[in-house]
Nanobody, 127 residues
Framework: QMQLVESGGGLVQPGGSLRLSCVAS????????IAWFRQAPGKEREWVACISSSDGRTNYADSVKGRFTISRDNAKNTVYLQMNSLKPEDTAVYYCATDLSRVFSECSSSRISYDYWGQGTQVTVSS
């Protein structure tokens, strides 16, 4: 069964860092666009960052630009989200997602563009 599994979440103080991982099973992540989304309690799921499979280009939401970095390790079939200078408003469940119908494509910030999702990992930023 094809799946995505996130890990790396946890509790961190404001200003701290975390690195989230998204590992794929039974398909090659490098062939497909990958995105990270997050959902805080009582809020809509929002796009955070994505990486295209066509050219490796990355895009970020304005709220995380300059603080978060998305990257891909093809040998490990893993996509990472490095999160620095974390703020309390970054607290959320973080999900990685992909669209297995679009090989070597640009990534999108639209939630409906992705049809495979991980189970999520909780990130809490608090002192």
């Amino acid at each position: 069964q094809m799946q995505l599994v996130e890990s790396g979440g946890g509790l961190v103080q404001p200003g701290g860092s975390l690195r989230l991982s998204c590992v794929a099973s039974r398909f090659k992540l490098e062939y497909y666009p990958i995105a990270w989304f997050r959902q805080a309690p009582g809020k809509e799921r929002e796009w955070v960052a994505c990486i295209s499979s066509s050219d490796g280009r990355t895009n970020y939401a304005d709220s995380v630009k300059g603080r978060f970095t998305i990257s891909r390790d093809n040998a490990k079939n893993t996509v990472y989200l490095q999160m620095n200078s974390l703020k309390p408003e970054d607290t959320a469940v973080y999900y990685c997602a992909t669209d297995l119908s679009r090989v070597f494509s640009e990534c999108s910030s639209s939630r409906i563009s992705y049809d495979y999702w991980g189970q999520g990992t909780q990130v809490t930023v608090s002192s």
